[in-house]
């Protein structure tokens, strides 16, 4: 049973004035266990709905949207269910596939007396379904997006003393080495990591058995079941259906990421997707892929500047996957024996930036680089903080970040940025930048800064020569 970091904001979701919430994400990455797990621990009462495997429950929805009339359907559905005010909670599982289940969340948000809490993993899939008949409840949900586990996850999971991470956490706010003992240990099991990925069933195999083959057969399974949806949509009945064309583009582009991340530079083309069509066509596959929530996307940006969504060219991106285990597991047999052994240069350097992306995107951050015009420099990543533009430069090993360190001795060029080198190091400092080792990444969390706005006091305000 798998700890996860996601049920904090659960509970925080519960104990504040909320509306109906919609987990999303990947297929397979533990929404259903954990929406059980939370209601279990915080409701008296427990509410399961099935979507997908029970379509007997989808009349409930299909009437007038009266709770009461609702209610007393659903109980026939599910003779076991109990509707207790105040104290249950609702999980509607895989709401994609009831459409009128999702229309209904406005009219239990506004009788008050039930949470509702559903889970999905098709509802950013453009022609999923056709329109919602009876409309999306816009401003009556909440979404939540949830990830594979993160590498802090992943060492939570291994029983290791919370003080060793509160002390690895403050070495990098503080900018301190980490003791050599503690620093070798966490690196050995950042490698694991790496391997293993954050899919809770190849997490739960590496934990119980410690054998990668197994792990890999696990992650080859968890992406032929994956595989196995694309393209699959609801028909104007709720039927399933195949859109053959759009799985075959999905398929092509997710078989040609390890090409493409084998490249120099690694900017994604089209060229190497072996489907029939031109570039538009084969685009629709790999929207599907990013709507899918299997992989992520990084912009190149015309220059150093904020905001970095104004400078991005849609048109020259990267595609990394959501967790570098399951691309990892697409990659050679003898892939894994080199990175348990510290050489993460295969793909030359695509396993570490795929984790530097994977990292930043399940921490909210939109993905951006520079690559100049001439190829020279190309900065892997880039962020905006604090109204300037950050660079972060990510090394297999502990190799000179040359592009960055060029970039910061040409201010009059590029401006004055600050920077972050990560590589196979322990913490320390450079000429105008901080290093960190690549483990930290898992403790990178973006602070939330409060966004309170002053009051104005207009009760004083009078029109200037108005009496009283």
Same mark, same amino acid.
């Given at each position: 049973?798998? @700890?996860?970091?996601?049920?904090?904001?659960?509970?925080?979701?519960?104990?504040?004035?909320?509306?109906?919430?919609? #987990?999303?994400?990947?297929?397979?990455?533990?929404?259903?266990?954990?929406?059980?797990?939370?209601?279990?621990?915080?409701?008296?009462?427990?509410? $399961?709905?099935? #979507?997908?495997?029970?379509?007997?429950?989808?009349?409930?929805?299909?009437?007038?949207?009266?709770?009461?009339?609702?209610?007393?359907?659903?109980? &026939? *559905?599910?003779?076991?269910?109990?509707?207790?005010?105040?104290?249950?909670?609702?999980?509607?599982?895989?709401?994609?596939?009831?459409? =009128?289940?999702?229309? %209904?969340?406005?009219?239990?948000?506004?009788?008050?007396?039930?949470?509702?809490?559903?889970?999905?993993?098709?509802?950013?899939?453009?022609?999923?379904? *056709?329109?919602?008949?009876?409309?999306?409840?816009?401003? $009556?949900?909440?979404?939540?997006?949830?990830?594979?586990?993160?590498?802090?996850?992943?060492?939570?999971?291994?029983?290791?003393?919370?003080?060793?991470? @509160? $002390?690895?956490?403050?070495?990098?706010? +503080?900018?301190?080495?980490?003791?050599?003992?503690?620093?070798?240990?966490?690196?050995?099991?950042?490698?694991?990591? #790496?391997?293993?990925?954050?899919?809770?069933?190849?997490? =739960?195999? !590496?934990?119980?058995?410690?054998?990668?083959?197994?792990?890999?057969?696990?992650?080859?399974?968890?992406?032929?079941?994956?595989?196995?949806? !694309?393209?699959? $949509?609801?028909?104007?009945?709720? =039927?399933d259906r195949i859109n053959e064309v759009l799985k075959l583009r999905a398929e092509a582009c997710?078989?040609?990421?390890? *090409?493409?991340?084998?490249?120099?530079?690694?900017? !994604?083309?089209?060229?190497?997707?072996?489907?029939?069509?031109?570039?538009?066509?084969?685009?629709?596959?790999?929207?599907?892929?990013?709507?899918?929530?299997?992989?992520?996307? &990084?912009?190149?940006?015309? @220059?150093?500047?904020?905001?970095?969504?104004?400078?991005?060219?849609?048109?020259?991106?990267?595609? !990394?996957?959501?967790?570098?285990?399951?691309?990892?597991?697409?990659?050679?047999?003898?892939?894994?024996?080199?990175? #348990? %052994?510290?050489?993460?240069?295969?793909?030359?350097?695509?396993? &570490?930036? =795929?984790?530097?992306?994977?990292?930043?995107?399940?921490?909210?951050?939109?993905?951006?680089?520079?690559?100049?015009?001439?190829?020279?420099?190309?900065?892997?990543?880039?962020? +905006?903080?604090?109204?300037?533009?950050?660079?972060?430069?990510?090394?297999?090993?502990?190799?000179?970040?040359? %592009?960055?360190?060029?970039?910061?001795?040409?201010?009059?060029?590029?401006? +004055?940025?600050?920077?972050?080198?990560?590589?196979?190091?322990?913490?320390?400092?450079?000429?105008?930048?901080?290093?960190?080792?690549?483990? %930290?990444?898992?403790?990178?969390? +973006?602070?939330?800064? &409060?966004?309170?706005?002053?009051?104005v006091d207009v009760t004083k305000l009078r029109v200037p020569g108005a009496a009283g």
């Amino acid at each position: 049973m798998l @700890e996860r970091d996601i049920l904090g904001e659960l509970t925080t979701w519960k104990n504040r004035p909320h509306h109906p919430l919609v #987990l999303k994400g990947l297929r397979q990455i533990g929404k259903t266990f954990t929406a059980k797990k939370f209601g279990n621990e915080f409701y008296e009462n427990v509410v $399961y709905l099935d #979507l997908r495997a029970n379509k007997a429950v989808h009349t409930a929805f299909e009437g007038n949207f009266d709770i009461n009339r609702m209610i007393l359907s659903i109980s &026939a *559905a599910e003779p076991s269910a109990r509707f207790v005010p105040g104290k249950t909670l609702i999980i509607m599982d895989e709401i994609q596939d009831c459409p =009128n289940a999702r229309s %209904s969340l406005k009219y239990w948000d506004l009788d008050g007396r039930f949470d509702v809490l559903c889970t999905g993993s098709f509802l950013g899939v453009k022609g999923f379904r *056709a329109p919602y008949e009876r409309g999306i409840p816009v401003g $009556y949900e909440e979404q939540l997006t949830m990830y594979p586990l993160t590498f802090r996850e992943f060492l939570v999971n291994t029983g290791m003393d919370t003080k060793i991470l @509160e $002390y690895v956490q403050k070495s990098i706010r +503080e900018t301190t080495m980490v003791e050599q003992t503690i620093h070798e240990s966490l690196r050995q099991l950042y490698l694991q990591y #790496l391997i293993v990925g954050g899919m809770p069933e190849a997490v =739960n195999t !590496f934990f119980s058995t410690h054998d990668l083959n197994a792990v890999r057969a696990v992650q080859k399974g968890i992406l032929l079941s994956i595989r196995d949806d !694309f393209g699959r $949509y609801k028909d104007k009945d709720g =039927n399933d259906r195949i859109n053959e064309v759009l799985k075959l583009r999905a398929e092509a582009c997710l078989d040609s990421l390890p *090409a493409q991340l084998s490249k120099e530079y690694k900017k !994604f083309q089209y060229s190497l997707v072996n489907a029939k069509g031109h570039s538009p066509e084969k685009a629709e596959g790999l929207c599907y892929l990013e709507d899918l929530g299997l992989v992520v996307r &990084a912009y190149n940006t015309r @220059e150093l500047a904020c905001p970095l969504e104004g400078a991005k060219i849609p048109e020259e991106f990267k595609v !990394f996957y959501i967790d570098t285990g399951l691309l990892v597991s697409q990659l050679g047999e003898d892939v894994p024996a080199k990175i #348990l %052994s510290g050489d993460l240069g295969a793909y030359k350097g695509a396993i &570490a930036e =795929n984790m530097v992306a994977s990292s930043f995107a399940k921490n909210g951050r939109d993905l951006f680089y520079y690559h100049a015009p001439s190829g020279s420099p190309e900065l892997d990543f880039i962020f +905006e903080k604090d109204g300037k533009v950050v660079i972060v430069e990510c090394k297999s090993s502990n190799n000179r970040a040359t %592009s960055m360190k060029f970039v910061l001795a040409n201010p009059h060029r590029y401006g +004055e940025h600050p920077a972050v080198k990560i590589a196979d190091v322990n913490i320390g400092q450079g000429k105008g930048f901080d290093s960190y080792p690549l483990y %930290s990444l898992g403790f990178m969390q +973006e602070e939330r800064k &409060a966004n309170l706005v002053g009051i104005v006091d207009v009760t004083k305000l009078r029109v200037p020569g108005a009496a009283g």
